[in-house]
């Protein structure tokens, strides 16, 4: 288990509404934020322009653009913003909701996938606002004939392989991404990843936080001084090592509590609590409610 699949778990995340637009003519979509979620808009055909922060972008067929916090912007047909609210029909077309403006044929087709997650999860903070590249030569472009395919042909079980055909787009946008983008692009926890001298400290982390990790015991883990650790994590992380590991532990925690039955205490001392108490006033501080609310809120 690598780095991206850890997050991906402590993320929780899980699919949403798939929507595909057929558009025509003057439209225009507004996407508000929304707390706890992501979306990923793919052109599948034509084109569109999105709004995002005072700025425009054009986006062509093959585009993907993806917001891990699914912040605040407007899809339309043309640069400027329309004047007239159009009318948007939707209706239920097996796995997906389809949305369509206009009535002649299609100038623009659109998948919309959203997509849930664990609003604590270090993964979706540690990326940009917003994404955007071309699925042309990456192995995105086999999914989305794939999700061409489900959504012109109802078939069994088509729910199923499109939620979970969106979670593998998903984490295929999340590849490219690492695979394209250094520093510049990436924060928190991935721009500490990507110093080679704290990643195999963070994958360590990761993979066992409930180890006893002391900042020495971190330092000489990966050959440094215990000023050099602290200030590599306070460079890429913008916190300390123990901040970090008492961060990740709860992480897991959550996640544990969401996928198994064991009780409150037993989740503790498997994330390297030494006591019940110690754990459920360190869950409350960071999640605003206890270990048991929380399960009961995400069962």
Sequence with gaps: MD????????????????????????WQLENPHQTGQAIAHIISYGQAYLQHNGKTHHLKQGDIVFFPRFADHTLRSQIQPLTSKNAVNLEQLGAFTLTQAGLSQSKCDMFCLHFYYDHQAELMESLPEMIVFQVAETPLKAMLDILKQEAETPNLAV?????????????????EHLLVNHNNQLFGILK?????????????????????????DMAAFIHLSRAQLVRLFNKHLCISPHAFVHKIRLQK?????????????????????????????????????????????NP
């Design 192 to 216: 500490g990843w990507q110093d080679l001298r704290l990643r195999p400290l963070i994958k360590a982390i990761l993979l066992n936080p409930e180890h006893e990790w002391q900042v020495d």
């Design 253 to 297: 925690a959550a996640m544990l509590l969401k996928s198994q039955a064991g009780s409150v205490l037993s989740i503790a001392l498997s994330c390297g609590f030494q006591s019940e108490p110690h754990f459920i006033t360190a869950f409350k501080k960071q999640y605003c409610v206890t270990p048991s609310q929380y399960r009961q809120l």
């Design 3 to 26: 780095i991206l699949d850890r997050l991906l778990a402590f993320a929780q995340i899980s699919a949403g509404i798939s929507v595909k637009c057929q558009l025509q003519g003057d």
């Design 159 to 175: 729910k199923s392989v499109v939620n979970s055909l969106a979670v593998v787009i998903l984490t295929m946008i999340l590849r």
